[in-house]
Structure formats: C-alpha cells, structure tokens
C-alpha cells in the first residue's frame, strides 16, 4: 500500500511539475541596484516562468568592520590582493554572509528584525506575482513617502523596502534581455585598428573592440547586450571596421543574434558588403 501511495505521489509531482514548466520559459535576470542609501549596493536576482516571478534573491554588499563580539566576512580573496585597496580596518562583505553582525548593527538602532529575514520577506512578496502586478504596487511611491509601503510587505521592517521591490522589478525585466555574440574573423590580410557596433537606436558608437589590435587571421568573440526596451524597440547595430591602411567595412543592419562574421579583404568580397556571415574555411 506505501508502495502505490508512493508511485501516485510521484506521479501527482511529475504532472504538477510539468504543468508548471508548459506555463512559460524560465528566465533569469539579475542586477546591481542602489536599493539602499549610498553607501552599498545590491546584487538582486529574479527568476521568471511566463510572466511571473517564481523566485527572487537579494545580498546586499558594504565595507564593513569588525564588532568587538564579530569579525566581517570579506567577499572573497578579501584577504589577498583584491582587498589590499580597502579602506583601513574593513572589508567589502555580503550582509546576507555577516547577517549577525550587520543585524546587531541594526539592534542598536532599534531593529526587531534580522536583515536576512526582511530581505526573505520582500522576496516572498515578489514571489507569485507579475512584473506588471509588482509595478502597480509601487505606483504611486516615492522617496518622501517610502516608510507607507513598509507595511504592504509582511515581515519586512526595512525602511528602504520600496528600493528592494523596486529592485527585483528591474531583475525580472533584466530576464528579457538578449546578448548577441559575434564571433569575428579578421581575413582582411591586415590589422584592423578600428571595430566599433554602433547602437543604431541612439547611434553610441561604444567601444573600440580592436584598441589593442586585431591582428590578421586573429579571431575575437564579442558579446552585445540588448535591454528588454531595446528588443521592444527592434534594435538593430552597425557594425564597422578600418585597418591599419585605412581601409573600411561596415554592416549597417546587424540583429542582437548569435552569428559568425568574418571581416573580408576587398579583393575578396562575394557581394556588397566588406564582411561575411561565415565561419572562413582556413
């Protein structure tokens, strides 16, 4: 009788879950964010199914210094070379990883409740809901009025509660985002001194992917990501290229997509343009 009562629950959890998996595709975004004062900064993540969030992470990083009773935990290599800038007598720390310390902190101050606690509870609010569903519950909210929305979230008593919603909205929108990645192959016969993809949205030229060179037949992979608006938008890029001799190329309707491109010499064009969506054959 276990045993049938245990194929059936086992079955129950197979339908549950694949039911919930033909609701949506699961996305993950994730952002740094000024939820708080200015003197931190959160790393927030949102896990959306269709369009609603199914799970949200909040940490929170300071410098932080020792308690007469509690050491801070630095991030890692804290201790090695990437914390020998640190202001003297701290260390950069997760305020999820020196709860105790960061909520003692807070007691002084009169805080009833661990940190981690309110950032679970602001994450069991977001939990359930739509993108949509959360910005209509901040709609109207601001930094004069902020301490009003502490009491629309159980549990949580941060009085920058607003800043952490605020956050986790932008993480599920950062969800929809897309990177293009472009696998670029110089068989110009020179170095290219100049490789630029131009936003044509806002025309940002951005950055010179070839600042430190790009040497004949070298290859070089470049990752561009597009913002959720920007996709909305149907962002399209330029992409443009000079060499050492002056000679130059461009692609003027380049799509957020993952694609090879292979940057050609003149006497090798095959049609209009100076480059190839091909991956060269030697």
Do not use: W
């Amino acid at each position: 009788m276990k045993r049938i009562a245990s194929i059936a629950l086992a079955v129950m959890l197979l339908l549950t879950a694949a039911s919930a998996f033909a609701e949506g595709e699961i996305r993950i975004g994730q952002v740094e964010y000024a939820a708080h004062g200015t003197g931190c900064f959160a790393v927030i993540t949102a896990v959306l199914q269709g369009d609603t969030i199914i799970a949200a992470r909040i940490d929170e990083f300071q410098f932080l210094a020792d308690r007469e009773d509690l050491a801070a935990v630095g991030v890692p290599n804290s201790d090695a070379s990437f914390g020998e800038n640190y202001p003297e007598g701290k260390v950069l720390g997760s305020k999820r990883v020196n709860n105790d310390l960061y909520s003692l902190n807070m007691q002084r101050a009169g805080s009833t409740v661990q940190i981690a606690a309110s950032y679970d509870a602001i994450e069991k609010y977001a939990v359930g809901k739509t993108v949509a569903e959360l910005e209509a519950a901040v709609e109207g909210f601001h930094d004069e009025n902020k301490a009003e929305f502490v009491d629309a979230v159980t549990s949580a008593t941060l009085a920058d509660t607003l800043g952490y919603v605020r956050g986790i909205i932008a993480a599920a929108k950062a969800a929809d985002g897309q990177n293009g990645t472009y696998v670029m192959y110089n068989k110009t016969g020179e170095n290219v001194t100049e490789l630029y993809l131009i936003n044509n949205l806002t025309g940002d030229k951005g950055v010179n992917y070839a600042a430190n060179g790009f040497a004949a037949d070298a290859v070089y992979t470049i990752t561009k990501p597009a913002a959720a608006e920007e996709l909305a938008a149907n962002i399209h890029l330029t992409l443009f290229f000079k060499t050492e001799s002056g000679y130059e190329g461009q692609f003027a309707n380049l799509a957020i997509e993952e694609a090879p491109i292979t940057l050609l010499a003149a006497d090798a064009m095959t049609g209009p343009t100076q480059i190839s969506f091909t991956v060269p054959e030697d």
